[in-house]
């Protein structure tokens, strides 16, 4: 069974707005923190956002503040991230992550399990 597993990508137009969703499996059960990256062709990964399980504290990328939201749902060990006002530059795959962490949590090292990305395509 896959640690995480991402759900929700698709194809959208601008303006849209699409939900991510990411699974936890036993593994990551112990970890402090979910995170949400992307990683767009030719480009390096980077941090979008992190949330806490204990407290549900929440931590964005500058440039994604007010359009993207993180929050969980224990009871479902479920991660989800809404992205509103889509722009064809949030075209990516985005990865959902696991850290045994709870600071630096905007590097990638920091994170212990990956899911295997959901591809989001926003058409303009």
């Known amino acids: 069974q896959e640690p995480l597993v991402e759900s929700g990508g698709g194809l959208v137009q601008a303006g849209g707005s699409l939900r991510l969703s990411c699974a936890a499996s036993?593994?990551?059960?112990?970890?402090?923190?979910m995170g949400w990256f992307r990683q767009a062709p030719g480009k390096e990964r980077e941090f979008v956002a992190a949330?806490?399980?204990?407290?549900?504290?929440?931590y964005y990328a500058d440039s994604l503040k007010g359009r993207f939201t993180v929050s969980g749902d224990t009871s479902k060990n479920t991660v989800y991230l809404q992205m509103n006002s889509l722009k064809p530059e949030d075209t990516a795959v985005y990865y959902c992550?696991?850290?045994?962490?709870?600071?630096?949590?905007?590097?990638?090292?920091?994170?212990?399990?990956w899911g295997q990305g959901t591809q989001v395509t926003v058409s303009s």
């Open positions: 949330i806490s399980k204990r407290g549900g504290n929440t």
């Open positions: 036993g593994r990551t059960f112990s970890s402090k923190t």
């Open positions: 992550a696991a850290s045994y962490s709870d600071y630096d949590l905007t590097s990638g090292s920091r994170y212990n399990y």
